[in-house]
């Protein structure tokens, strides 16, 4: 059988080798995080967690379905009844990890050769395949495989086979350079009391005044279920803040901006702990059709992730069922 080399840990690379792995094959991952995961990225304030990254996700397709179930049935997963809050817009049940979105990529990288923080410097052709150099703390490992998987985001990946001198056909680099990105600037606070969120504790500031807002979400994680013994808050940036303020050498600046902007649910004297996370690529906003892209080259080279498809959390699971159900990698 072909050995498997997947860059990224995200929920669309791990879906991967989960399936190649179920299948036979010898599978390794690299990530560059300090864990797996990605956009489902779960942070300690005090005694509580919050969710900065992806806040929920839906399960429409069969496939994802049955995994959301195994997962509610083990305790990694439990509905959030968001059609409280907007019961025309929610057809379908909600879901959120049990103890943070980061727990569903830990249970979907149990049993897998998963290396973290392990970067990716270049990729290179051998005579079967692929050969790839990685910087791991101070050591440079290589590591060598017959089918290359590329999931982290297609700017990232672009920049990588660029800087490997990997030339990609034409047709193959227009498709990744048209995916694009919204970024977001995700703040977390720690409160020394409860939020006034209404329930559910998930608010999108998308009406009336509130359009042009530069907090586009809130989510109180104490009311969400993830968080019982202490409350935190997450405030995700709207696009256009995001974008504006991507760059700027201070980040701890925006903090105040965006919490002047929900003081009436959530009180500033009231915040004992604040962080901010910066998501370059947050949200593709435009997608490339399929659920991957089949490069062309001398060896099966696949490139995937929320990028691709149906997007968000349930489109990058589907995404990395599809790459490892490719005939051209079995």
Not at 261 to 279: C, E, G, L
Request: proline residues 5%.
């Amino acid at each position: 059988m072909p050995t498997i080399l997947l860059i990224g840990a995200g929920l669309s690379g791990l879906t991967a080798a989960r399936e190649l792995t179920r299948q036979g094959h010898t599978v390794t991952v690299l990530d560059k995080g300090r864990g797996v995961g990605g956009r489902l990225a779960t942070r300690r304030l005090g005694n509580g967690r919050a969710d900065h990254g992806a806040q929920y996700f839906s399960a429409q397709s069969p496939d994802f379905q049955s995994l959301t179930q195994k997962m509610a049935q083990a305790g990694i997963v439990h509905e959030w009844h968001l059609e409280q809050s907007d019961p025309a817009d929610f057809k379908h049940p909600r879901w959120v990890g049990s103890e943070g979105m980061n727990g569903m990529a830990k249970y979907l990288a149990r049993g897998l050769d998963v290396r973290t923080g392990c970067t990716v410097t270049r990729i290179t052709t051998n005579e079967t395949g692929w050969t790839i150099t990685a910087s791991e703390a101070d050591n440079t490992l290589t590591f060598s495989a017959d089918v290359l998987i590329i999931t982290i985001p297609a700017p990232q990946a672009l920049a990588l086979c660029a800087a490997s001198g990997l030339v990609l056909t034409e047709a193959d680099k227009a498709a990744l350079m048209a995916i694009e990105y919204a970024p977001c600037m995700a703040v977390m606070l720690q409160l020394d009391r409860p939020s006034q969120l209404p329930k559910p504790g998930g608010l999108k500031q998308t009406d009336g005044d509130d359009q042009h807002s530069p907090v586009a979400w809130l989510a109180d994680n104490e009311q969400k279920g993830i968080s019982p013994n202490q409350t935190t808050i997450t405030l995700h940036a709207s696009h256009a803040f995001s974008q504006q303020h991507l760059d700027d050498p201070d980040q701890q600046a925006l903090i105040p901006l965006l919490i002047a902007d929900v003081t009436r649910y959530v009180p500033q004297d009231a915040i004992v702990d604040r962080q901010i996370h910066r998501w370059r690529y947050s949200n593709a906003i435009k997608r490339h059709p399929d659920p991957f892209l089949a490069a062309q080259a001398h060896a099966p080279l696949l490139f995937g992730g929320d990028g691709f498809g149906n997007g968000n959390v349930e489109g990058a699971f589907l995404s990395g069922l599809a790459m490892g159900r490719e005939s051209n990698v079995q």
